[in-house]
């Protein structure tokens, strides 16, 4: 007798995705000097049908939510965490820009580690050609 396949919440949650009939989510990673970039590959992603997500705030640019340097470095923890979230529901990555930093290597390596496929606007940055 064959014991029962365990199902992870990450495969439920692909299954859940198909039985609803949603189109692919791509989200987007990369440094928020490229946010015009993924706002043009926003445009191409949405009409190719594929729900986009990606930052949504730049904090490279000033705003009263990040005018405090100790209000802002936690909520660039929290930021991360919730892209972190994005990537889990995404069922694609794509990197934007033609520079990888720290915090986007560490996005590719989680995106990776859950076998998500990731893509390059500029192929050569990635990390692990």
Do not use: N
């Not at 794509?94 to 590719?108: H, N, P, Q």
Request: overall charge negative; proline content about 7%.
């Amino acid at each position: 007798m064959t014991s029962p396949q365990v199902i992870t919440p990450v495969e439920m949650l692909a299954v859940a995705k198909k039985q609803l009939g949603l189109p692919d989510i791509v989200v987007m990673c990369g440094s928020t000097r490229f946010m015009a970039d993924m706002a043009e590959a926003d445009v191409r992603e949405t009409e190719a049908g594929r729900i986009v997500v990606k930052p949504g705030c730049d904090l490279k640019s000033p705003h009263e939510l990040w005018s405090d340097p100790v209000e802002a470095e936690a909520l660039k923890v929290r930021l991360d965490a919730l892209h972190r979230s994005k990537i889990l529901i995404a069922d694609a990555v794509l990197v934007v820009g033609d520079y990888i930093g720290d915090s986007t290597r560490a996005e590719i390596r989680y995106a990776r580690s859950l076998g998500k496929p990731v893509e390059f606007t500029h192929p050569e940055v990635d990390p692990d050609a």
